[in-house]
């Protein structure tokens, strides 16, 4: 069974940067597609970004866009998510996940990381 393993978060000031990571076990990582989805306090569970297998088409969700980029490299079966600009808003715990999929909205079809807790102060 795949195991996801996030880290990265930590605490921030508004406008600062933070860069989380996903570590797969398995080489079966190249083969999907990843993502990273995220639950703030008091919300559902939203998805944040996405990127195919080989890297090269990557979508992001419209509150992050321009701001977040999503990469990944699969010589190291890691995934990436590099946040700059942080506002409060992002404050939430990240999760990521494979076989990012899209319906009538963004979901994961694959594993889940445990989490890995981002907070944003003002």
């Known amino acids: 069974q795949v195991q996801l393993v996030e880290s990265g978060g930590g605490l921030v000031q508004a406008g600062g940067s933070l860069r989380l990571s996903c570590a797969a076990s398995?080489?079966?990582?190249?083969?999907?597609?990843m993502g990273w989805f995220r639950r703030a306090p008091g919300k559902e569970r939203e998805f944040v970004a996405t990127?195919?297998?080989?890297?090269?088409?990557?979508f992001y969700a419209d509150s992050v866009r321009g701001r977040f980029t999503i990469s990944r490299d699969n010589a190291k079966n890691t995934v990436y998510l590099q946040m700059n600009s942080l506002k409060p808003e992002d404050t939430a715990v990240y999760f990521c996940?494979?076989?990012?999929?899209?319906?009538?909205?963004?979901?994961?079809?694959?594993?889940w990381g445990q989490g890995t807790q981002v907070t944003v102060s003002s």
């Open positions: 990127v195919s297998r080989s890297g090269e088409n990557k």
């Open positions: 996940a494979s076989d990012v999929k899209y319906g009538s909205k963004w979901y994961a079809s694959g594993f």
């Open positions: 398995s080489s079966s990582f190249s083969n999907s597609a």
